[in-house]
């Protein structure tokens, strides 16, 4: 008998990886459910693609505004926005259905467009019928994490899939929430929809994953480039609707002081939460809490139930959802055959699309303040962008760059950017810091006048503090 694996969520990145490696398997049978209208994937939908859409947009509004050749200030259209985004994500979606149904065409592989939902540890109910499986494999996605926050209930709040399909916004607004989704929507709030923005800030800086010269550039900039007040080390308290239909924020600071923040608009941009409501997992002896997952990724209470994706609350990004999925796919014939299981271990690679996208911050390997803290004997070098003059002909002169290598060997351990086109270089320094590479070794030859000058400056910068030069 073959070995029957039904997919929950196949529409989403993580789904479709696992099911494009599984069904070219032997003797495996696939049972694929995602009752997503009009599917996609939230990447495809609500996520990534989609405001990167609307990114662009406030993007070359904010690179007209800053360039003294270039008269006037253009104004955004927020109808032709969201329409360019609907009809783009619609081909996304499209062309992720047309793939899934390829799969559902093979004699192997049934799709089902119903909702799933585990019966017990090894049936799954899909709509009408009940399907005995050998392996499940939950793959559901996020959906947006609501603070219990005193009063929010009876306040009207914008979400991140809000902002994407609105046309039109209030004067003014205040944020909660400033970690990834935050520093990409509200560049966009301010530069594209001309919004007076106050957002609410919980520690010194926002890019937990940095180290705290980048979040402190990065705030330097939204406070001056944008526009944008941000309060710090404070915390939301309670939230009330004022007497014209407006919304008053209660928070705190750090050292106890109250006060209140007035606004037309409330916006939770307060991150996301596994999407495993309602698929059934009180009916096993699953509980999704901390560590429910391993690095296998296997649900620790069931070795023959894998979660991938944001559905396991583990990293939410789509390169490694798809890592995961391979990895589950992998997992589940070695599982089946006997062998040994592989853990899913990534290198670091973080993008955030800060500052419109003019201003992207990119992390990948090890941090310094990682490297510090793992006591490791390490170089740092860092660069600012207006080292090179390259960024000045862009007229984006702003922010910097780190590299930290090992002390002994030069291998190359981690690079952060937080400028332009630093997004584009994160793949080269992937290569690098996944291939050990030594930092003395990697080619000076720069191709001017380009933005990876500043690469160039931090290889040799650290190559000759590594030769004592």
């Not at 939908?45 to 050749?69: I, N």
């Not at 009063?151 to 929430?177: I, K, Q, R």
């Not at 530069?191 to 979040?215: N, Q, R, S």
């Not at 090992?406 to 810091?433: I, P, W």
Request: charged share 30%; glycine share 8%.
């Amino acid at each position: 008998m073959p070995t029957r694996v039904v997919i929950i969520g196949a529409y989403g990145s993580a789904g479709v990886a696992v099911a494009k490696r599984l069904a070219d398997a032997e003797d495996v049978e696939l049972v694929l459910a995602d009752d997503g209208d009009p599917g996609g994937g939230l990447c495809i939908l609500r996520g990534c693609m989609p405001s990167k859409e609307v990114l662009s947009a406030a993007e070359h509004r904010f690179q007209a505004r800053h360039d003294d050749r270039i008269e006037g200030t253009p104004e955004v259209d927020l109808e032709a926005v969201v329409e360019t985004k609907d009809d783009h994500v619609a081909n996304f979606a499209a062309h992720r259905r047309a793939a899934v149904d390829m799969l559902a065409d093979r004699e192997t592989v049934a799709f089902h467009r119903e909702t799933a939902r585990f019966l017990d540890d090894r049936t799954v109910a899909i709509g009408d019928r009940e399907v005995e499986a050998d392996y499940v494999v939950v793959a559901t996605g996020s959906t947006v994490d609501v603070p219990d926050l005193p009063g929010l209930d009876d306040v009207e709040y914008m979400t991140s899939a809000d902002v994407l399909d609105a046309t039109e916004f209030p004067d003014s607004g205040v944020v909660m929430g400033f970690g990834y989704v935050g520093l990409e929507l509200v560049p966009y709030l301010s530069e594209a929809a001309g919004m007076d923005l106050t957002v609410i800030e919980h520690d010194d800086y926002p890019l937990d994953e940095a180290d705290d010269a980048f979040g402190e550039t990065l705030l330097d900039l939204y406070r001056e480039e944008f526009g944008v007040e941000v309060l710090t080390n404070t915390s939301e308290q309670s939230v009330e609707a004022t007497d014209d239909d407006g919304v008053r924020l209660h928070v705190e600071d750090e050292n106890g002081d109250a006060d209140a923040v007035e606004a037309d608009q409330l916006f939770a941009f307060t991150g996301r939460r596994p999407a495993v409501d309602g698929i059934g997992l009180e009916n096993t002896p699953i509980d999704p809490g901390p560590g429910w997952v391993e690095d296998t990724m296997q649900a620790s209470e069931n070795g023959r139930v894998f979660v991938v994706g944001d559905a396991n609350g583990r990293e939410p990004i789509l390169h490694v959802a798809k890592e995961q999925g391979f990895t589950a796919a992998d997992n589940v014939l070695a599982h089946r055959d006997g062998d040994d299981l592989r853990e899913y271990d990534n290198v670091h690679h973080h993008v955030v699309f800060s500052g419109a996208g003019v201003y992207p911050f990119a992390r990948v390997g090890v941090s310094e303040t990682a490297a510090a803290a793992a006591d490791r004997d390490y170089v740092a070098v860092t660069r600012e962008a207006s080292d090179d003059g390259v960024f000045a002909t862009k007229a984006v002169p702003e922010g910097l760059a780190k590299l930290v290598v090992d002390a002994e060997d030069g291998t190359v351990l981690g690079y952060q950017g937080l400028h332009y086109h630093a997004d584009a270089m994160a793949k080269t320094m992937q290569v690098l810091v996944e291939k050990e590479m030594d930092v003395r070794e990697v080619p000076d030859r720069a191709y001017h006048p380009t933005t990876p000058e500043i690469l160039d400056g931090l290889f040799r910068d650290a190559s000759d503090e590594l030769d004592g030069v």
